[in-house]
């Protein structure tokens, strides 16, 4: 039907499809279902069932809308809709846009989370009528996407803005960094992202490491998060004062480089992480002030991601 458009978010755990209007960003109608299974045969079913349900409540048919588009956790080759790495899936070098146009009988444009989270901020959200943005998500995973010219920017191979990737700790003698999910080592995410935080502080508690962490999750470690080292940061705690300050240092570093390089009229900052600790974000804008290039920041506003969890459905529904 004319007007609407067909988006799906594909994350670790869930699919979720929804029915956007094209003028509006609003969502019409949507459906989140669990990946029981993680196969891509799998999540292709639970993909084309997800877009029929949302469709189904919106009063039309799946294949109806025209080209439907997917947002997936991973780096994603541009158009040819191979994933080539999705941690979170276990996914390497799947051909899932091939795999669903074939299920579906509509084209299906496949593109990184992050990428299609900042178009959808871009047409409705937080970026709306700007053309040089860069979005930066803090949260299981960490990445960004960038708009350059009005453009969704991905680079030669679709790649570009894996944030996450750039390396912040090299190997030396005696000395070996934390692997990523990608696979390699001393990347920005393996230092920064919530599930790498809570692993290490598992791994230091384990090892010995004195932190109110472990009162304030009554001893189950299962139960560290970041917000927890929010909390003992908050109670003053050394350890998670140390961790935070690594935290904050790398990620204001980090985005702070991409904003010298970019040049970009508006940063948006989201993702759990950043949003729900605030301690850790405001350390984090600090360093961010320290190292960011002072001719970037002419004219450079910052702002929370508006579409929170929708920016990823509403974002690939209207991707161009
Ligand atoms: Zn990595």
Not at 94 to 113: C, I, W, Y
Not at 193 to 201: F, H, L
Request: with cysteine; hydrophobic share 50%; glycine share 16%.
């Amino acid at each position: 039907m004319k007007g609407l458009a067909l988006g799906v978010d594909l994350g670790g755990t869930n699919a979720r499809a929804a029915v956007v209007d094209r003028a509006t960003g609003e969502i019409v109608a949507s459906h989140k279902e669990p990946l029981r299974e993680r196969g891509p045969e799998a999540v292709v079913a639970t993909v084309l069932h997800a877009l029929g349900q949302a469709a189904g409540a919106a009063g039309i048919a799946p294949a109806s809308a025209g080209r439907v588009g997917v947002g997936v956790a991973g780096q994603v080759l541009g158009a040819t809709g191979v994933v080539m790495n999705a941690p979170n899936l276990g996914w390497r070098d799947v051909a899932f846009g091939t795999l669903l146009e074939k299920a579906l009988g509509v084209p299906v444009r496949v593109a990184n989370d992050l990428s299609v989270a900042a178009w959808g901020e871009k047409r409705f959200g937080a970026a709306r009528g700007i053309e040089d943005v860069v979005l930066v998500f803090v949260g299981s995973g960490v990445g960004s996407g960038l708009i350059l010219g009005g453009r969704l920017h991905d680079g030669a191979q679709g790649v570009a803005g894996e944030l996450g990737h750039i390396k912040v700790r090299l190997p030396r003698p005696g000395f070996t960094p934390r692997r990523c999910g990608c696979g390699q080592l001393g990347c920005l995410e393996a230092y920064t992202s919530g599930v790498n935080v809570a692993a290490r502080v598992r791994e230091e508690i384990a090892a010995g490491a004195a932190t109110r962490v472990l009162e304030l999750v009554e001893g189950d470690l299962a139960r560290v998060t970041a917000s927890v080292v929010e909390e003992a940061h908050a109670l003053g705690d050394a350890y998670a004062v140390a961790l935070w300050d690594e935290v904050a240092e790398l990620l204001g570093l980090s985005v702070a480089n991409l904003v010298t390089l970019l040049n970009p009229a508006r940063l948006i900052l989201g993702g759990g992480v950043l949003l729900g600790a605030p301690r850790l974000a405001d350390l984090t804008l600090r360093r961010f002030d320290e190292a960011v290039s002072r001719s970037a920041t002419r004219g450079l506003t910052v702002e929370r991601a508006w579409l929170g969890d929708d920016a990823g459905v509403i974002g690939a529904a209207v991707l161009e």
